[in-house]
């Protein structure tokens, strides 16, 4: 298993959500994964200021796409599973980069608060964590550095899990894409049976597209679960119903590689970066054994 870490906050800067994988592994995350190889990505410097595509830090966002794109290959190549630390939620785009490099025609599951489809003009921050499933379905204007990449991701390909971002949305005149991709809101995740119906959702998914990466956003979680998180918002998750979730899913089959992003170890002085690493190497060992 190769644990890839990507300190990228799409901010430009180099803090907050940019120090979680560094959080991890200071919390026993490579330990606790024994025979983890542990490989970083390379995050240049970003300028904050947006760019034509209305994007904060568009070459340093075109840069880590293909870095970690790079080193989810190496992994496949060698046979190890890749699993990434986040950073924020672009780094999944490595991810379905690198399948599309393999011609796979991957899915993605997105287990998410936020469905993360914002028009780049539009968004009040500029960060690419508002818009790239919007840049993977080729649905925004990419930068110039990775435009050659994209799409890299179909709506047939897409099923998004928890989002509970309707309401700013639609005070921010921003398009929901719920009627454009299989979507299952955090209401409805949590609901009775919810989960399994997330499930079944996700094998219909893979029906179509047997290469399938997992991507989860731990803004996923209520804030009583997890309030380190930048964009916290009501609802959510509980730690059982994520780990849960992420068994279900895995135990699926076929899943090339885990992203995990959004959490910010300067909100909380690091105090979740043990329970986040439980998560994570539960999640890893399982992505191991049903791909085996």
Known sequence: ????????????????????????????LATALPGARVVQADVPVGDPRRGPSGL????????????????VLDAWSADRMPVLLGGDCPVLLGGLVAAGRRN????????????????????????????????????????????????CLSPT??????????????EAGQPSIADRVDLL????????????????????????????WLHVDLDVLSSAALSAVDYPQPGGLSWEQLETLTERLLSLG?????????????LDEGAAAGRITDYVAGAARSLAAYAG
């Open 185 to 212: 809101t955090a209401d409805q995740l949590t609901a009775p049976d919810g989960l399994e119906v997330g499930r079944w959702m996700a094998a219909t998914l893979l029906s179509r597209h047997p290469h399938w």
């Open 56 to 71: 904060a830090a568009e070459d340093a966002l075109a840069a880590m796409v293909v870095s970690v794109a790079e080193r």
């Open 254 to 266: 076929g899943c090339g590689g885990l992203s995990v992003t959004i959490y910010n170890p300067e």
């Open 104 to 151: 796979y025609d991957a899915g993605l599951v997105f287990v998410d608060g936020h469905e993360d489809a914002w028009d780049p003009h539009r968004s009040t921050t500029g960060e690419a964590a508002d818009c790239e499933i919007a840049l993977a379905l080729g649905w925004a204007q990419a930068p110039a550095g990775l435009a050659p990449m994209l799409p």
């Open 157 to 170: 390909g897409l099923l998004q899990l928890g989002p509970r971002d309707a309401e700013e949305l639609a």
């Open 1 to 28: 298993m190769d644990l890839i870490t990507v300190p990228f906050n799409s901010s430009g800067f180099s803090d907050g959500v940019a120090r979680m994988p560094a959080a991890l592994l200071d919390a026993g």
